[in-house]
């Protein structure tokens, strides 16, 4: 049986962009979606050299349908990630809108109960965040922001982060939980064998 792999979609947002790349690059596993504004915003950003060094394969937003969606029912995945996260795919999710590869992914990762890990760009009433060539800006999100993020928090099979610690620790929490899962699952079954 072959082992069930992370999914990662990127929106287009820098706000820790180079960060959530760098977490990439650490992980093994990966099938990495990038929405059109995400593929722009690595160009953007000079961030393509960091995308490939992670070594994963990558799908774009290229079809109507999100034809890569269907891997979902295909068991294919364990858990998606979703970092960054802009405001758009945040109100967009929060409200059950699927009109989007990475809201596709959302909407089938939850369909398929699939946990969900989001990095929400916009999780305080004041931030700075990182602009293209190096330039760090603030920004003051809008309560409507606010209370989509708050409002995806009590989704099931959902967990929201605010930080790339709790990104990462959350990533690691979850691939050492199912690692222990599938060590148990064989001791029973070894066991069951020998009994």
């Known amino acids: 049986m072959r082992s069930k792999r992370l999914a990662w979609a990127i ?3 820098g706000h820790y962009l180079r960060e959530s790349l760098a977490i990439l690059q650490t992980l093994q596993d990966v099938d990495i979606y990038l929405s059109r504004a995400a593929a722009e915003i690595i160009q953007q950003y000079g961030f393509q050299a960091a995308l490939e060094a992670t070594g994963h394969k990558v799908y774009q937003d290229k079809t109507a349908s ?5 891997r979902f029912y295909e068991s294919v995945y364990h858990t998606l990630v979703i970092s960054p996260a802009t405001s758009n795919t945040i109100a967009k999710m929060a409200y059950g809108f699927s009109d989007s590869l990475v809201t596709n992914l959302f909407a089938q990762a939850g369909k398929t109960r699939v946990h969900s890990v989001v990095f929400a760009c916009d999780t ?3 931030l700075e965040s990182e602009a293209p060539r190096d330039h760090m800006v603030k920004v003051f999100p ?3 922001d606010l209370d989509n993020v708050a409002k995806l928090k009590h989704f099931a099979d959902t967990t929201v982060v605010e930080d790339m610690n709790a990104l990462q620790a959350t990533i690691m929490q979850r691939l050492a939980t199912l690692h222990d899962l599938h060590l148990h699952d064989g001791i029973q ?3 069951a064998l020998t009994e």
């Open 124 to 126: 305080a009433p004041e």
């Open 142 to 144: 809008r309560q409507i």
């Open 66 to 70: 999100s034809v890569p969606v269907e």
């Open 11 to 13: 929106t287009g947002s």
């Open 189 to 191: 079954v070894f066991d």
